[in-house]
């Protein structure tokens, strides 16, 4: 029987061991939608907390602004509805169509895009996020605004209630399309500007009453994500409002939001790879 040293044998063991094929580092788990949303959520609620809060104060006041000029036009009926409804709304695309498509288009030119790619976050995650955190911000505004348009124009504040249903959905459609005017915008100062005429469109065709609007202008009305949430919010200032239209005009504005919310998702991939 013949003895091996130890020393031999461990030598023997560590060069088995180093002429063995690497074995693949095991990967964490993929990082969940929700949960990532969430986080997202909260770090763009707090980042722009400080800095759109005056920009909040100016799109309420410029909506109330707006009603107060038209109560000297218009005195009541389906015209002081319209008018009523698109403020509020306007509040909404002022700060997700106008303010998004500049955070986003900043955000690109800056290479922000790249710090949130090395990110276990879907891409989902991150627009939903910025699009909901930016939305939240135009609550107060918007309640406000329809309760000093209700007492311009003498309108009732029992059906208040539907803006819970408007302003997310209306915020969701807005927020996607502003999301991808700025990632889609090959400079800062363009999108920019397809956040100010964006703007402009909802304020133009939202506000002012339909009635009085030339027939081409009223079918490019129809293709602006934010009148269907202005003429479901319109409807439930009647005595009795037609609900069915209501729930017809709401969903419109969701399918609508779901839409831009996934060609902000295609356009933020597209963005982040190149």
């Known amino acids: ?48 907390r400080v800095a759109r809060i005056p920009l909040l104060f100016v799109a309420t006041f410029q909506s109330v602004g707006i009603m107060i000029l038209m109560r000297g036009v218009v005195d009541g009926g389906g015209e002081a509805r319209a008018v009523v409804a698109g403020s509020s709304v306007l509040v909404v695309a002022f700060v997700a169509l106008n ?16 710090h949130y790619a090395t990110l276990p976050v879907p891409p989902a995650a991150v627009v939903l996020g910025a699009a909901g955190a930016y939305a939240s911000f135009t609550v107060p505004g918007t309640v406000v605004t329809a309760v000093v348009g209700c007492a311009l124009f003498g309108l009732p504040l029992a059906h208040l209630w539907v803006l819970a249903a408007v302003i997310p959905l209306a915020g969701a459609a807005l927020a996607g399309l502003g999301a991808a005017l700025g990632l889609l915008a090959p400079r800062p100062e ?44 319109a409807r439930t200032f009647v005595p009795h409002p037609d609900w069915a239209h209501v729930l017809g005009d709401l969903a419109v504005c969701g399918v609508v939001g779901v839409i831009s919310l996934a060609v902000a998702t295609w356009a933020y991939r597209r963005a982040a790879v190149r």
């Open 190 to 233: 363009l999108a920019t500007l397809l956040g100010q005429l964006g703007m402009s469109a909802a304020l133009l065709l939202g506000v002012l009453p339909p009635e009085r609007m030339p027939e081409a202008v009223r079918l490019a009305r129809d293709l602006l994500p934010s009148t269907y949430g202005v003429e479901a919010f």
């Open 1 to 48: 029987m013949s003895v091996v040293p130890a020393g031999a044998l461990l030598a023997g063991v560590l060069t088995a061991e180093e002429a063995a094929p690497p074995r693949p580092a095991a990967l964490g788990p993929r990082a969940r939608l929700w949960p990532s949303l969430a986080a997202v959520y909260r770090a763009q609620l707090s980042r722009a």
């Open 99 to 114: 303010l998004l498509a500049q955070y986003f288009g900043q955000l690109r030119a800056s290479g922000g895009l790249d």
